[in-house]
């Protein structure tokens, strides 16, 4: 069982930054770690993904203004969020995943941008 925790959301004005982090409750070395985030009336939807080789994945909205990154030594992953737009509200959750599929979400931390 993993347990995560999301920090790091909140207001923002348009054009600003922010910064989340997903603390694991235990290592992080071998699981695929992903943001995911949600908007009222929307489906869940990938954000960006890091695999337990390094390799990262990007919804295209992101258009390189996110950055995913993880410090296994902390047991943490990161999403660095620059130019933040409107449409880039929503809740963003941490999801972990194992070999076998198995999957653990966080509770979701809020971010919200204003024009």
């Known amino acids: 069982q993993v347990q995560l925790v999301e920090s790091g959301g909140g207001l923002v004005q348009a054009g600003g930054s922010l910064r989340l982090s997903c603390l694991a409750s235990?290592?992080?070395?071998?699981?695929?770690m992903g943001w995911y985030r949600q908007t009222p009336g929307k489906q869940r939807e990938l954000v960006a993904v890091?695999?337990?080789?390094?390799?990262?994945i990007y919804v295209d909205s992101i258009e390189g203004r996110f950055t995913i990154s993880t410090d296994n030594a902390k047991n943490t992953v990161y999403l660095q969020m620059n130019s933040l737009k409107p449409e880039d509200t929503g809740v963003y959750y941490c999801?972990?995943?194992?070999?076998?599929?198995?999957?653990?979400w966080g509770q979701g931390t809020q971010v919200t941008v204003s024009s």
């Open positions: 890091i695999t337990s080789a390094g390799s990262r």
């Open positions: 235990g290592s992080i070395f071998s699981l695929n």
């Open positions: 999801n972990a995943r194992r070999r076998d599929g198995t999957e653990y």
